[in-house]
């Protein structure tokens, strides 16, 4: 009984640990963190702007090769099946007819354009400039969406860190406040000055929650541009990212002369210029004369068709009389009349002798249509010259960005080194005002004033940082170079 029981505890022991282990294997999986890389690339796998934008390039292709296929002659066939009873046109003798009768039509048709203007070869090419463009307006999308992911993962990286630095100064307050308590307890300080401290602690926490919350709103942000369903156990790669000194910056005019070649906006607006311009000479070639050729095969079939090779029967009537009679004696003429019934023709004999051949040459040269063509080519005109500002609003909004990145690149960069004297200063000047206040040679508000003051420099310090950061990232990107962090 004993062995039994040990025997049972042995097995419910091992599933446990087995449990256990499968529990951790799935926390560990489940708390991989993600670098910016894989944000960016998850994120152009799966964004849904991506996706329709995609979607968009995908018609203006099928539109493409319609077009073009557009080119060749088409052929169309047709079946009919005829009822007519009452007075109708008998298909045998072409005459009207009050019998029923039953008929089938056949017909293959076809037709091509010999010259219209070039309307259909400038029609393919304005479709394919489309395409381009559309291909090129998914890259713009995806660019757009790698520089919100990379901002988004940089405030995540600020937001930590301005967490560090809220938690340290918690940290440094709750052991001044017990400093400061032993300091009261043995009379060196007044009790103003441990209710001032401990008023400053109580802020920095609040501080402190603050932080906590917008580092809680910058993962949120992240992870609904990554279309996550929730940001639990969900976390980021931390990289180690240093300000190196005495950084050059590539002149914003040199940035701009590289990234007008190779942005995709750009790229965008010329091909829909080129589009434009396809527009026009389509409404311009509606002058010119257009000619086609078409084509028809056809054949019939009708129930009551006679074959006038093949006797059924015959009727001979003698003394039919006539209209006329025999000159000076008046007596009518008669006639002996002959009436033959036919056999119906068989359906393939009636198709192989109705067949019906034709070809058409037809040339339409427009006239007058009320003003249609001119107001065309005036639309096209405007369109031309709209898509040739939108290229050069393109152009002004690239080098606008850029100079604006590298401006804010340098000012952030300045500001990152003048905040870094700052945080130098300011440190030094807290830990001789703590010496001073531990002594009980300066009051708590002094105290306080001084460690808000190096709180500040090391906020400052870190915005200048990470705005440094991104706006050398939008330059590098402007320069062909992919959005990293780890460079």
């Known amino acids: 009984m004993l062995r039994i029981k040990y025997i049972h505890y042995f097995i419910m022991k091992k599933i446990l640990l087995l449990f256990l282990i499968v529990s951790f294997c799935y926390h560990a999986e489940a708390q991989k963190k993600w670098t910016l890389e894989e944000c960016i690339k998850y994120a152009l796998e799966n964004n849904i702007q991506v996706k329709q934008s995609q979607l968009n390039a995908e018609s203006d292709k ?3 090769v319609q077009n073009k296929l557009g080119m060749l002659p088409n052929l169309n066939g047709s079946v009919s099946h005829n009822y007519n009873w009452g007075r109708n046109i008998d298909p045998s003798s072409n005459t009207y007819t009050d019998q029923q009768t039953q008929s089938n039509s056949f017909a293959l048709t076809s037709s091509v354009d010999l010259f219209n203007g ?3 070869l400038n029609t393919i090419k304005q479709s394919q400039n489309n395409y381009i463009a559309s291909r090129y307006d998914v890259e713009k999308m995806k660019n757009d969406i790698a520089l919100r992911i990379g901002q988004a993962y940089l405030q995540i990286l600020f937001n930590k860190e301005q967490v560090d630095i809220c938690q340290n100064q918690v940290d440094m307050s709750n052991q001044q406040i017990e ?9 060196t300080i007044a009790k103003g000055n441990l209710l001032e401290i401990q008023a400053q602690g109580a802020l920095e926490e609040s501080n402190l929650v603050a932080a906590q919350n917008q580092l809680e709103l910058s993962y949120l942000d992240l992870t609904q541009l990554l279309d996550l369903k929730s940001t639990d156990d969900f976390d980021i790669v931390k990289p180690e990212i240093k300000v190196l000194g005495d950084i050059t910056l590539v ?5 701009f002369a590289y990234a007008q070649g190779l942005m995709p906006e750009i790229k965008s607006a010329e091909f829909r210029l080129e589009s434009s311009y396809n527009g026009l000479a389509i409404a311009r070639s509606q002058r010119y004369p257009s000619l086609s050729l078409s084509g028809y095969f056809g054949s019939n079939y009708a129930d009551n068709y006679p074959d006038y090779t093949k006797i059924k029967s015959f009727s001979v009537f003698e003394n039919v ?7 000076g004696t008046g007596a009518p003429i008669v006639q002996k009349i002959t009436s033959y019934e036919f056999e119906r023709m068989s359906f393939k004999d009636q198709l192989n002798n109705n067949l019906n051949k034709s070809l058409r040459f037809t040339l339409s040269i427009p006239i007058f249509n009320g003003y249609q063509v001119n107001s065309n080519v005036s639309k096209a005109k405007l369109n031309t010259l709209n898509a040739s500002y939108n290229l050069q609003l393109q152009k002004n909004q690239l080098q606008k960005s850029i100079e604006q990145a590298s401006a804010d690149a340098q000012g952030a960069y300045k500001s990152y080194t003048a905040s870094q004297k700052a945080v130098s200063s300011f440190q030094e000047s807290f830990n001789y005002t703590q010496q001073k206040f531990d002594v009980g040679m300066m009051n708590g508000v002094d105290y306080n004033d001084a460690k808000n003051k190096l709180i500040k420099a090391q906020s400052d310090l870190l915005r200048a940082k990470y705005n440094f950061i991104f706006k050398k990232v939008i330059l590098d990107f402007y320069q062909g170079n992919p959005i990293t962090l780890s460079k």
Do not use: C, D, M, W
Not at 321 to 327: D, F, G, I, Q, R
């Open 62 to 64: 099928i539109t493409t």
């Open 118 to 120: 070039f309307q259909k």
């Open 179 to 187: 400093r400061t308590k032993k300091l009261f307890e043995a009379g």
């Open 251 to 255: 002149p914003s005019n040199q940035v």
């Open 321 to 327: 009389p006539t209209n006329y009679t025999v000159a």
